[in-house]
């Protein structure tokens, strides 16, 4: 199945919620400039599951990075909605950040000042329409951790937290970057259900980088890259529950 | 360069700002400490030399009149090396340019030998010439504020007889070092001079043909002074000796020593303070690279480097810091011990006064330095080489934290997120608060030291010029006189007010001790030489007995109801018992008053004034000094406000200069401290607040996370600071404590404001650079595994 034939697919139902094209990313000058993004063309859909593969170098962070609002590309145009992240300001840009995207990272990067719930509602005082820290965090199922601090919690549940804390304002993109690459299966597992529950309950397009072949089985659609372009893509007939994944 | 050292220099070149705000603090103290101790290498050191080369004598005697045959018979008192009679006078000066009567010292040079002891050293034109009369040798000091050259005429009252001479040379002697007229702290160049002519004039001019009034001697090594002047008493009584004393009473030689003195005690209490913040930077940023860089060392160990090869690594940084520091501080401390030193040229006269760089104080500066980042380095050295290689292995270990006390007693809800964050990390660092606190602390405390110099030299002018002397000026007569000789000064145009001054050169002694001074009397409610309490109150002078300086009744070691000594050195020189019966406030020079008619009673002379005090209408003011010039009595003349613009120009120039540079110094350090903690803590926060920026945080929503704890820390320091710098300014200010000056330790809000306001500004200022730097924040790498 061809990119083409793809968008043409999903546009029926609703249109793109992230529209890249020519989406380019170049690090230094002269010689030494390394092509991170190569000219991609991305449609992303609300409610989709997409996971992003790729060898190492590949320009997967990179490219979750301009979803997110964190960089500007060097060419091409990014946009959501009506508003085009490649041009938009600092400011702009942060307020994307603040209302559209929750960002899961695989170290967690809790704050280790503050409990579980106060993770979650540093975010959740800031954001348009936050829900409630308690109900983030038990949908992430840490319903009873609330007043932990981030050295009370493992690993998995750091990452718990941070998903809480990501979702907790509804964002319209949620974007994690190698989530369970610090974590051995079994925690992974339960950090991938807080993720696909998400994803199922709030229908929020999730964006997932893995270097774990098997976990692009629970998505909708799987992207390969590949020295900064789109190799192939493809779409899964059916999304294998976390739980049913074969390691 | 082995891999160590590259990561080393890439580490400096992140800390850049950090490495230099160090390197500044300790340079600055470096800088301080070769400055004064160069100064005061550059002082000793010339005024040695400049002593032996010109045979600066060691007794000192003044004396009515002696034949020449009593020489022998002095030269022969064991312990004398050698002798110099000669003639010395006071003469009144006539200087056209001059609106005032001006005056000074003449001094004899022998025709007949060569000048055996403080010999002239010649700045310009020539010696005297055999043979030749009517010419003269001129002070340098005197010859510069009148703006003399050699072959100029200069007409001088010798005697009471207005005579011609031309300046053959312009010269300096070891005894007028400082030149200031005798008994007064405060030179006035303009009016005061030291002159010298063939011995055969002057003695033409007083009748002192064959005769001396004046010897000067040196010791051989290893005699007594006092056994000397004892037994030159003696020997001297008959001929009018007025006492002869020792170079720890010169004038000249006191009024250098005590400025040493002055430096030395300088040259202690500041840089001590600087480098000791200093230290403290040095560990606090070590500790926290070392915090940082916790996982890189495990990884170090895990390869297989060795302890001792990582703490030589650490200890590079601190040694890094001190080898910049040494060179911007000597650097700094070379250039402006240059200026110092010129400086002290303008009241200190030498033939050579040149800079000399103090290489013990460059190698104990070095040293210092070395130390205090050494110890530094140490703590935070021992820490890295604990860190097991394991912890390497694993993603770094949340820190643990727990609700503030603030929210324990339950006023967490009224906390932002922020608030929390910050109250919270000042817990779990209590020893990282504490130190950043202390540093801020001491950021504030220096700044107080300078300008409390500053506060209390401005008080003690102020407390000389303003409370003690309320006259316009003083005249001294040319020998004492009935008061009618008042009379004629007192019907010059523009007189208010006259009130007449007795001086008596004299001895006090109590005890073992004594002091050589002249005690002043007035009458006993004086509205213009006033003698004043501690408590700033004016005394009035007893019927009888004597009211002496604090400082005086401290060096003496009397007190009110003692006897002391009187021993008078003119006249019949009767030598009488006097109660002290009260202490005076006194902050230069030392003192002793007493009523007019009580020491014209012990004198036995009768009625007698040496002087009198004047308040002028100041629209006749030149009138009055034009005709003074013209009564032959007048020996000299001191005006006010001539002695304060002069003390401006020198002393209080220099003090500034010297008060200046500490205080940029402090300046310096403040910023120096405050924006390195500020950079500190964004180094260590770098990634908490690079992820506040990633899920949404304006860049002011994140500067405040760091500002209000910041902003917490500069606040209890700054209390801290006055407090501390209130203690440091007492005791360095109080310690200039010498015969020729005292200073009160005077802390204003002035004072204090600036010290705030400086402290502040550098902390709203590093806060900017903070924001700026937020701005720059790496988002991405933020994300990345932790370094
Ligand atoms: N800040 C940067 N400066 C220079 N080059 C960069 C920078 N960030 C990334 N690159 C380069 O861009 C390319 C893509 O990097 P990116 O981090 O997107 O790869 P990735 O697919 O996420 O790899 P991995 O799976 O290892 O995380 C790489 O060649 C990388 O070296
Ligand atoms: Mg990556």
């Known amino acids: 199945m061809n990119a083409e034939a793809l968008r043409l697919e999903s546009t029926e139902a609703s249109p793109p919620l992230l529209r890249a094209r020519g989406l380019t990313k170049v690090y230094g000058s002269g010689p030494a400039a390394v092509r991170a993004l190569d000219g991609v063309d991305l449609d992303l859909y609300p409610g989709e599951f997409v996971v992003l593969l790729g060898p190492s170098g590949s320009g997967k962070t990179t490219l979750l990075n301009q979803l997110g609002g964190l960089d500007v590309p060097t060419a091409g145009d990014l946009w959501f909605g009506s508003l085009n992240l490649a041009r938009a300001s600092e400011a702009e840009r942060t307020l994307y950040r603040r209302n559209a995207v929750g960002f899961v990272f695989q170290f967690y990067n809790l704050i280790p000042s503050l ?31 609330l007043d932990h601090f981030p050295s009370q919690l493992s690993g998995g549940e750091q990452q718990r937290v941070a998903i809480a804390r990501a979702i907790a304002k509804r964002p319209a993109v949620l974007l994690c970057d190698e989530p369970t690459g610090a974590l051995d299966v079994r925690t992974g597992v339960a950090v991938l259900e807080a993720i696909e529950r998400v994803n199922r309950e709030l229908g929020t397009l999730t964006v997932v980088i893995t270097h774990n072949a098997v976990i692009a089985d629970m998505a909708d659609r799987v992207i390969h890259l590949m020295d900064g372009r789109i190799q192939h893509q493809r779409r899964n007939p059916q999304r294998v529950p976390p739980r049913a994944l074969q390691w | 360069m082995s891999l160590l050292d590259l990561k080393l220099w890439r580490d400096l070149q992140r800390m850049k700002g950090q490495t230099l705000a160090v390197a500044l603090v300790m340079g600055c103290g470096l800088a301080m400490l070769i400055m004064t101790r160069s100064l005061i290498h550059s002082l000793e050191t010339t005024r040695q030399t400049y002593y032996r080369t010109h045979r600066f004598a060691d007794v000192f005697v003044q004396l009515k009149r002696a034949p020449r045959s009593l020489v022998p018979r002095l030269a022969a008192i064991p312990g004398v090396a050698a002798v110099q009679p000669g003639i010395a006078v006071q003469v009144t000066v006539d200087l056209p340019g001059l609106d005032e009567p001006a005056s000074g010292l003449v001094r004899s040079v022998p025709e007949d030998r060569p000048m055996e002891l403080n010999r002239l050293f010649i700045r310009r034109g020539r010696e005297l010439q055999p043979g030749r009369r009517g010419e003269l040798l001129v002070s340098e000091a005197f010859a510069e504020a009148n703006r003399l050259q050699p072959g100029d005429p200069l007409t001088l009252l010798l005697n009471g007889r207005r005579q011609e001479f031309r300046i053959a040379g312009v010269v300096l002697s070891p005894e007028i070092i400082f030149e200031a007229r005798p008994g007064v702290s405060l030179p006035d160049n303009r009016t005061y001079g030291t002159f010298w002519m063939w011995e055969s004039e002057i003695a033409a001019a007083y009748d002192l043909e064959g005769a001396f009034n004046h010897l000067t ?65 040095t560990h606090a940023v070590l500790m926290r690279l070392l915090t940082l860089q916790r996982e890189q060392i495990a990884i170090l160990k895990a390869f297989g480097f060795t302890d001792a090869q990582i703490v030589v690594h650490y200890l590079k940084f601190g040694l890094v810091m001190a080898t910049l520091a040494a060179v911007l501080g000597t650097g700094a401390g070379i250039a402006l011990g240059h200026r110092l030193v010129a400086l002290y040229h303008l009241f200190f006269r ?258 007698r004034v040496t002087g009198a005090s004047f308040t002028l209408d100041p629209a006749q003011r030149a009138a009055f000094l034009r005709a003074l010039k013209d009564i032959p009595q007048v020996s000299w003349v001191s005006i006010k406000d001539s002695l304060r613009a002069n ?87 109080e310690a200039i404590n010498t015969e020729t000056v005292r200073l009160p330790a005077v802390l204003t809000l002035r004072n204090y404001s600036f010290a705030i306001a400086t402290v502040a500004t550098a902390a709203f200022l590093s806060a900017l650079i903070v924001l700026q730097r937020i701005r720059r924040l790496d988002l991405i790498a933020a994300l990345r595994a932790p370094e």
């Open chain 1, 115 to 145: 409990t579980a719930r106060e993770n979650v509602a540093l975010i959740t005082e800031i954001a348009a329409r936050p829900m409630d820290p308690e109900e983030a965090l038990r949908l992430v199922q840490l319903g009873e951790r």
């Open chain 2, 647 to 733: 003390f401006r120009q020198t002393t209080a120039a220099s003090i500034n200069l010297i008060q200046r540079m500490y205080l940029a110094f402090a300046v310096v350090v403040a910023f120096g401290v405050v924006y390195n903690n500020a950079r500190i803590s964004l180094a260590e926060r770098a990634r908490e607040l690079a992820t506040l920026r990633v899920i949404g945080f304006t860049e002011t929503e994140v500067a405040a996370v760091l500002l209000i704890e910041l902003g917490i820390l500069t606040l209890v320091a700054m209390p801290l600071g006055l407090l501390a710098g209130s203690g440091f300014a007492t005791a360095i200010v």
């Open chain 2, 217 to 281: 001697l040196m010791l051989a090594p290893g005699a007594s002074a006092q056994a000397v002047c004892a037994e030159l008493d003696r020997l001297l009584q008959a001929h009018g000796g007025r006492g002869a004393h020792a170079r720890a009473d010169h004038p000249s030689h006191v009024r250098v020593s005590d400025e040493i003195f002055i430096l030395r005690t300088i040259s202690i209490g500041f840089p001590t303070l600087f480098l000791a913040v200093a230290a403290f930077m």
């Open chain 2, 350 to 607: 030498f033939p050579e006064l040149h800079f000399r760089l103090d290489l013990a104080a460059v190698a104990v500066a070095l040293g210092v330095g070395a130390l205090a980042a050494a110890a530094g380095v140490a703590t935070a050295v021992r820490k890295a080489a604990r860190v097991p290689p394991a912890e390497a292995m694993r993603p770094e270990p949340p820190a643990r934290y727990r609700p503030a006390w603030m929210e324990r007693v339950g006023w967490g809800a009224y906390l932002s997120p922020a608030a929390r964050m910050a109250l919270r990390n000042l817990e779990r660092h209590p020893a990282q608060a504490f130190f950043t606190v202390a540093g801020l602390a001491l950021a504030t405390a220096l700044l107080i030291v300078p300008n409390c110099f500053r506060d209390s030299v401005d008080l003690l002018l102020g407390f000389q010029w303003d409370v003690v002397q309320r006259q316009d000026l003083n005249v001294g007569l040319v020998e004492p006189n009935s008061p009618a000789a008042l009379s004629g000064l007192r019907r010059l145009p523009g007189v208010l007010a006259v009130e007449p001054i007795r001086a008596a050169p004299a001895r006090l002694r109590f005890g073992p001790r004594s002091r050589q001074l002249a005690i002043v009397a007035v009458p006993a409610e004086t509205l213009h030489s006033r003698v004043i309490n501690k408590h700033w109150r004016q005394l009035s002078l007893p019927p009888s007995g004597l009211i002496v300086s604090a400082k005086l009744a401290e060096v003496l070691g009397a007190r009110p109801g003692d006897l002391l000594e009187v021993e008078f050195l003119e006249g019949r020189r009767p030598v009488c018992h006097v109660p002290l019966v009260a202490v005076s406030e006194d902050l230069t020079g030392l003192g002793a008053h007493m009523e007019l008619q009580a020491l014209n009673r012990l004198l036995g002379e009768g009625d």
